[in-house]
């Protein structure tokens, strides 16, 4: 399966600021997705990041707080603004073609102080 | 209401020891339900896709079945390197892409 390179793999961000999570993918995929997996907890998506066009978001999740970009086939990001602690959490990016398996980076730790 | 349960939350074995790990789903017109592992500190690797209910599937030590309600994954003679949490996840009818999971099974294998 493809691979996908995944940064920064942790930071450590203000309260109020904004963090942008890249995934670069070696190959072409049809979907790509953003999940947040909070400590102990399996994984919530967050949106499906779609080339060309806004991205789609999963209730609870909203635009202006996870803005996402995806302007080719191989690449997307995922902002997370105006931080608080509670945006504490990993968040991965996940790539698919068709039926297959979805495969994943490496998640990006990230803790707000 | 979840959509997909794994059972049990933890699970500790002896090396050796066999057991199963459960996942059950609740979504209609499933295409798809899939295994994956996680270790500490990194993404999900992929195990298997199962498509169909009497599916079965097997790599090394680990055996995926499904039915029409759960899914099974069948662990042989585990050894500590096993050790990692095992997550579920479906992707239903009706067009959508997306892939809804579990909260997982934290397997612990004790040598």
């Known amino acids: 399966s493809a691979v996908i390179s995944q940064k920064p793999s942790r930071d450590i961000c203000q309260r109020g600021t904004s963090l942008t999570i890249q995934c670069q993918v070696d190959s072409q995929v049809t979907m790509m997705f953003w999940y947040r997996q909070q400590p102990g907890q399996s994984l919530t998506l967050i949106a499906t990041?779609?080339?060309?066009?806004?991205?789609?978001?999963e209730s609870g999740f909203v635009i202006d707080k996870f803005p996402i970009s995806r302007p080719n086939l191989t690449f997307s990001t995922l902002t997370v603004s105006n931080m608080s602690p509670e945006d504490s959490s990993i968040y991965l990016c996940?790539?698919?073609?068709?039926?297959?398996?979805?495969?994943f980076g490496q998640g990006t730790r990230l803790t707000v102080v | 209401e979840d959509q997909v349960t794994q059972s049990p939350e933890a699970l500790r074995l002896q090396e050796g020891e066999s057991s199963s790990l459960n996942c059950s789903y609740t979504v209609s017109g499933l295409r798809g339900l899939f295994w994956y592992r996680q270790d500490p500190g990194k993404g999900p690797e992929f195990l298997f896709t199962l498509y169909s209910a009497g599916e079965e599937k097997e790599k090394e030590r680990l055996k995926a079945t499904l039915t029409k309600k759960e899914s099974f994954l069948h662990i042989t003679a585990p050894k500590p390197e096993d050790s990692a949490t095992y997550l579920c996840?479906?992707?239903?009818?009706?067009?959508?892409?997306?892939?809804?999971f579990g909260k997982g099974t934290k397997l612990t294998v004790n040598p």
């Open positions: 996940s790539g698919r073609t068709g039926n297959t398996e979805a495969f």
């Open positions: 990041a779609n080339q060309g066009s806004e991205a789609t978001y």
């Open positions: 996840a479906v992707q239903e009818g009706g067009g959508s892409e997306k892939l809804v």
